[in-house]
T-cell receptor, first 111, second 111 residues
């Protein structure tokens, strides 16, 4: 158990739906991350938050909208997704400048 | 630009045999280097890390890795593989908002 939790673990949604992924950590970390993991591709860093401030947005489409209300919680709001957005979405946390600790991921399927 | 290459997509070893997973990196400065393991349906778990100092680092589950600056490599090794080591292994370089992951090496363990 890494101390990073993600809900839901599995999500199936239609292209017109709006849903949110949640990530929570109680490790005292000040940085939180969203990654996308697709089959046969390296992990893609999507968003980075340091002390609740977004420091990185790696050209992610606007249909993905992150929110970091405090250092312990991170959300990924989803709307009008495409089938190619189906993937495992991983949240991670860490102390800025050090290793990252990952949650178990949310398996997202877009129909 | 920094990058990570894991030359072997899939490796099969017999239980009890030794293991070496290769990782080559490109990085402009002294790198932070990591090895993570991912079991099916799970997030990534940190095996070990190198920041500075002794170039041979020990990790969890009996794994070790050696940093070789001249070869830009950070290969992962284990002297005797157990069936439970079957998983996907990721090498990563960098830290904070600049972490890059390799595409991963899938390890299969034969009885």
């Amino acid at each position: 158990e890494t101390g990073v939790t993600q809900t839901p673990r599995h999500l199936v949604m239609g292209m017109t739906n709006k849903k949110s992924l949640k990530c929570e950590q109680h490790l005292g970390h000040n940085a939180m991350y969203w990654y996308k993991q697709s089959a046969k591709k390296p992990l893609e860093l999507m968003f980075v938050y340091n002390f609740k401030e977004q420091t990185e947005n790696n050209s992610v489409p606007s249909r993905f909208s992150p929110e970091c209300p405090n250092s312990s919680h991170l959300f990924l709001h989803l709307h009008t997704l495409q089938p190619e957005d189906s993937a495992l979405y991983l949240c991670a946390s860490g102390v800025w400048g050090n290793e990252q600790f990952f949650g178990p991921g949310t398996r997202l399927t877009v129909l | 630009a920094q990058s990570v290459t894991q030359p072997d997509i899939h490796i099969t070893v017999s239980e009890g045999a030794s293991l070496e997973l290769r990782c080559n990196y490109s990085y402009g400065a002294t790198p932070y280097l990591f090895w993570y393991v991912q079991s099916p349906g799970q997030g990534l778990q940190l095996l070990l890390k190198y920041f500075s100092g002794d170039t041979l680092v020990q990790g969890i589950k009996g794994f070790e890795a050696e940093f070789k600056r001249s070869q830009s490599s950070f290969n992962l090794r284990k002297p005797s593989v157990h069936w439970s080591d079957a998983a996907e292994y990721f090498c990563a370089v960098g830290a904070s908002n600049d972490m890059r992951f390799g595409a991963g090496t899938r390890l299969t363990v034969k009885p």
